[in-house]
């Protein structure tokens, strides 16, 4: 198990940005895929974007492809998701998960405990 603490939410108007971190505990974060996930109000998690454990292959959900890219740094044991262009329906509570095996919703076992996020229009 990894621990995961995100930090760089915020509130911020529409077209802006903003960039969140997940720092993971361990010193075997370079073996786990990381992804981000948000949770809007009423509303089921939903996948965001997730990465390779080399940082060789991303991903990410239609929604917010264009505008947000998912970064790591291996030495920093941090993931990053920059989030430009921020529309209202962005807001939601996001989290970051790690994954020891693949990149699907059911392979992340380690959570973080959330940051929230919220555009204002």
């Known amino acids: 198990q990894v621990q995961l603490v995100e930090s760089g939410g915020g509130l911020v108007q529409a077209g802006g940005s903003l960039r969140l971190s997940c720092a993971a505990s361990?010193?075997?974060?370079?073996?786990?895929?990381m992804g981000w996930f948000r949770q809007a109000p009423g509303k089921e998690r939903e996948f965001v974007a997730a990465?390779?454990?080399?940082?060789?292959?991303?991903y990410y959900a239609d929604s917010v492809k264009g505008r947000f890219t998912i970064s790591r740094d291996n030495a920093k044991n941090t993931v990053y998701l920059q989030m430009n262009s921020l529309k209202p329906e962005d807001t939601a509570v996001y989290y970051c998960?790690?994954?020891?095996?693949?990149?699907?919703?059911?392979?992340?076992?380690?959570w973080g405990q959330g940051t929230q996020v919220t555009v204002s229009s």
């Open positions: 998960a790690a994954s020891p095996a693949g990149t699907q919703e059911a392979d992340f076992g380690s």
């Open positions: 361990g010193r075997t974060f370079s073996s786990y895929a």
């Open positions: 990465i390779s454990w080399s940082g060789g292959s991303t």
